[in-house]
């Protein structure tokens, strides 16, 4: 589909003048004493997400703009295209239907729909099985990329919802410390390893992979096809490996968009085959939302175009991730991939170099640690760093106190970027006026989670359609794929032959 790249509309030109003229020295605190209206006016309600924009450096005219920018750049066309099946990742050809992996049964004419309800189903029954074993008591998830960050920072964010009885593991790194202190701490007859590899080929995985069946063997353990599983497509290398339980997935899944699928079993063993459908359900409110909202109201679009104002007129380069939960701690590290491997692009979808920024950088820490970490540098530091903080209004635990001080803490923070302080002087001058979004989850669920992981999506969605960037390929993660593989038999074999200078003096330091 022909897709507007966004200097090239009329818009943009209309965004810089009006950025220079009033954007760049936009100022929150009188924002709100000339608007008493504005925190309703920049917050909004979303399937199972509330989120705050009010303290953002952000206005009605700047946002009518955006919502312009987005419409000469065929962001709603595209949307419609992404959930109509087409092929939008045009590098690979490939359609992009994650948002099929949620779709209820009879909800679209897709004619993949009953193939993802025909996993689905016999995946969830395999983890109620898992489930109703006692005698497996460690289960070993082997991937890496999304098949590692998203069921990772799922299992972690709802281990409350979670079935006692059962630990989880994670294994991605190709380095053997990881995978050495996982099996320390488990028994081959107790233990059920899953490998996650849509090719069962990806080099980090399968070397572990290959290394935890050595162990299980070395071990005494018996019966490898009731032991391993995988979450493949290659059925036929898996039943090689000895494995006769695979599930798997289409060339339409993205690995940072796969954790709806089957690489979701350790989530689905974790929280069940009830709550892994509550997750979906979740996302796919989400996906409507997304679908149908019209742009003022449509929060995945306004967050996507408010992460272009920020990159490309106020300059900023990163944005901070806060979550207020600390079942929440991996998200930072899952949205870094989601946000910075989609998006993190020098050229647009035809192969022509952009002339503008795009993704930003992704990082941050669950409150309240990060308040003694890097929150100095947010509130004084020579950068502005938007912040994003996530919280949640009820507790999983009994202890009211602790979340009282939680909850006050974040909205303490956010409101000291915003006011700073002035009457100090010297050392301790806030400057404020520093941006901040808040969402609130009135519980941490699977269902409020699936919407969250949602809502991110299509932010990226927007603001990658909005850049002109294909956000659904990965062509920076191969070239370093290639070179190891040249040099692992270098570092036995000591060739350094062809290699510059600094690499084949590392080679050598490090045989």
């Not at 939008?88 to 679209?108: C, D, F, Y």
């Not at 069940?272 to 109201?297: I, K």
């Not at 020579?382 to 909850?407: G, M, N, S, W, Y």
Request: charged share 20%; with cysteine.
């Amino acid at each position: 589909m022909h897709r507007v790249r966004c200097d090239r509309t009329a818009a943009w030109p209309r965004l810089q003048t009006y950025y220079k003229e009033q954007g760049a020295n936009f100022d929150l605190r009188t924002a709100f004493d000339s608007d008493p209206k504005r925190f309703a006016h920049f917050s909004q309600q979303a399937p199972h997400v509330f989120a705050d924009l009010s303290k953002n450096l952000l206005n009605h005219v700047a946002e009518a703009l955006l919502f312009e920018l987005a419409q000469q750049c065929g962001v709603p066309a595209y949307r419609d295209a992404m959930f109509a099946g087409e092929k939008i990742n045009n590098t690979e050809q490939r359609a992009v239907k994650h948002w099929l992996l949620r779709a209820p049964k009879g909800s679209s004419a897709d004619p993949d729909l009953a193939l993802v309800h025909e996993t689905l189903d016999a995946m969830l029954a395999y983890a109620e099985r898992v489930r109703a074993d006692d005698a497996i008591t460690e289960v070993v998830n082997i991937g890496i990329g999304g098949s590692d960050l998203g069921p990772q920072m799922v299992v972690t964010a709802l281990a409350a919802h979670a079935m006692p009885g059962k630990r989880f593991h994670f294994v991605s790194n190709i380095d053997g410390h990881e995978l050495a202190a996982v099996l320390e701490q488990v028994k081959p007859e107790s233990t059920l390893f899953l490998v996650a590899s849509k090719t069962f080929t990806t080099l980090e995985t399968m070397t572990n992979a290959r290394s935890a069946k050595r162990w299980f063997e070395q071990n005494g353990g018996k019966d490898i096809a009731r032991h391993f599983a995988a979450l493949t497509t290659n059925v036929e290398a898996a039943r090689e490996f000895g494995i006769d339980t695979t599930f798997g997935f289409w060339d339409w899944v993205g690995g940072r968009y796969s954790l709806w699928s089957a690489i979701g079993l350790p989530i689905a063993i974790a929280i069940g085959a009830a709550g892994f459908r509550d997750l979906l359900a979740g996302a796919h409110a989400m996906d409507e939302h997304f679908r149908t909202a019209p742009a003022q109201a449509n929060l995945p679009l306004r967050l996507g175009l408010l992460d272009v104002w920020y990159r490309d007129f106020h300059g900023f380069g990163s944005r901070s991730i806060a979550p207020y939960h600390s079942a929440l701690r991996r998200v930072p590290a899952y949205l870094q991939q989601l946000e910075m491997e989609s998006n993190g692009k020098s050229v647009d979808a035809q192969g022509a170099a952009v002339t503008y920024a795009t993704s930003p950088v992704l990082w941050g820490e669950p409150g309240t640690n990060g308040q003694h970490a890097y929150f100095q540098m947010l509130h004084q530091g020579t950068d502005r760093v938007p912040v994003e903080f996530i919280a949640v209004k009820q507790p999983a635990h009994a202890l009211p106190v602790h979340h009282e001080l939680l909850l006050a803490n974040a909205l303490a923070q956010a409101q000291a970027l915003m006011q700073g302080r002035q009457d100090a002087g010297g050392h301790r001058n806030f400057s404020g006026n520093r941006p901040s979004t808040f969402f609130v989850l009135d519980e941490l669920s699977p269902a409020s989670l699936g919407a969250f992981i949602a809502l991110y999506e299509h932010r990226v969605f927007t603001s990658g359609a909005v850049w002109g960037i294909d956000s659904f390929d990965q062509w920076g993660v191969e070239l370093g794929k290639v070179l190891a593989q040249d040099l692992a038999p270098r570092l036995a074999s000591g060739d350094a032959a062809g290699l510059d200078p600094s690499t084949a003096g590392l080679l050598q330091r490090l045989r």
